[in-house]
């Protein structure tokens, strides 16, 4: 039997949102389950922040999207993991996804040099070409026996793109090259970077549009000889820290469980926030617009809500380094923590080292 293991890689943080985790295939909990603490007059009442945290994201290379191999329609593989997990956000915590358009410098198996194993320690050694003047890197690992945990020597056959381990006339496993460096935890030193920003309802449809103008424009200004793009699907969490001074009440809930601000403006608000924090070239074009919308949604936010600053902490864990990325503007790393809000009527981004001092700082502020 073939397994495919090309279709993309996906990372959770396994944080619940009341100790439930949305993406369990039987729904729990809807959204808006607690709405009644929206209306509680001491909640109303309170000084709020929110505080945005990524949950899921999953890592899709855009070549098995536009340019399927021959032997998979990774296309309708890929879309059909999207509608799936879309229903399942839908039964629950319903939110929206937030996507981005990234790029990675490009890596390919050496083909003229086919792997092979070790003399001694049965460590299989793999040539891999990066970047335009295609410099080699060598790695070497060991394969392991899903059931025994012992070091196998399955045959192995590569083409430039693809990486397939065949353990018998029955069983094999195929990866693309990307897939097979993240599920191997292989690091080449390369991070990512943004160019893109958006949101959608449907994760399937407009993300893997070839028509999508931020996509075209950053296929056409950014070289394809240099480097692979990606579609990374995400989804955020957005925790309301409301204090009460008056009745000594401190609430700390999901949005989505109360449903204080609904499912679609609660999306608008994740992709202003970071469409300023990332900056990305491919937006300058409508870089005035998009942050008179922001000014508008923070005053809104304020004015209704009195939600009074938006946080954000950017980790999975653990990491891998598709997952270390920036944008032109803002460097690549681990982790990002940051702050948005008004200050004499403009949109100040505060930067911090790590997500405890991001908290410590909104901790004073409340306090």
């Known amino acids: 039997m073939e397994y495919p293991a090309f279709m993309g890689y996906q990372k959770r943080n396994y944080v619940s949102e009341c100790q439930l985790e949305f993406f369990i295939r039987k729904p729990v909990v809807n959204r808006g389950y607690l709405n009644s603490l929206a209306a509680n007059p001491a909640y109303i009442a309170s000084e709020k922040h929110w505080h945005?945290?990524?949950?899921?994201?999953?890592?899709?290379?855009?070549?098995l999207i536009i340019n399927p191999p021959e032997f998979a329609d990774t296309k309708y593989s890929i879309s059909s993991r999207l509608k799936e997990l879309r229903r399942d956000v839908e039964e629950t915590l319903e939110k929206r996804f937030i996507y981005f358009f990234v790029s990675r410098t490009k890596i390919r198996f050496d083909v003229s040099r086919p792997p092979k194993y070790s003399l001694f320690g049965k460590k299989l050694v793999i040539n891999i070409l990066v970047g335009r003047d295609k410099k080699r890197r060598r790695i070497a690992l060991s394969i392991l026996d899903v059931n025994s945990k012992k070091s196998v020597t399955p045959e192995v056959e590569v083409t430039d793109s693809f990486i397939r381990f065949i353990h018998s006339e029955e069983l094999s496993f195929t990866y693309s090259i990307h897939d097979f460096l993240q599920s191997f935890d292989i690091d080449l030193g390369i991070t990512s970077e943004v160019h893109y920003v958006g949101m959608t309802k449907d994760p399937s449809d407009r993300p893997l549009?070839?028509?999508?103008?931020?996509?075209?424009?950053?296929?056409?200004?950014?070289?394809?000889e240099d480097n692979d793009f990606f579609i990374y699907i995400n989804l955020f969490k957005v925790l309301s820290d409301a204090k009460n001074h008056s009745h000594g009440l401190h609430f700390l809930v999901a949005n989505s469980l109360i449903d204080e601000v609904p499912t679609q403006e609660e999306g608008n608000v994740i992709e202003s926030v970071l469409i300023e924090y990332f900056n990305c070239a491919s937006?300058?074009?409508?870089?005035?617009?998009?942050?008179?919308?922001?000014?508008?949604?923070?005053?809104?936010?304020?004015?209704?809500?009195?939600?009074?600053?938006?946080?954000?902490?950017?980790?999975?864990?653990?990491?891998n380094e598709y997952f270390i990325f920036g944008s032109k503007t803002v460097p690549a790393k681990?982790?990002?923590?940051?702050?948005?809000?008004?200050?004499?009527?403009?949109?100040?981004?505060?930067?911090?080292?790590?997500?405890?001092?991001?908290?410590n700082q909104v901790k004073e502020m409340i306090e």
């Open 209 to 224: 549009s070839r028509e999508h103008r931020g996509i075209t424009d950053t296929l056409y200004n950014v070289s394809n």
């Open 52 to 63: 945005i945290t990524l949950q899921q994201t999953t890592c899709y290379w855009y070549d």
């Open 283 to 319: 937006q300058d074009v409508n870089r005035k617009k998009e942050k008179g919308l922001l000014t508008n949604q923070l005053i809104s936010l304020a004015a209704k809500s009195n939600i009074q600053s938006i946080s954000a902490h950017i980790e999975i864990d653990p990491i």
């Open 334 to 359: 681990p982790n990002h923590s940051f702050k948005i809000h008004i200050v004499d009527g403009t949109v100040k981004v505060e930067t911090f080292s790590s997500e405890d001092e991001l908290r």
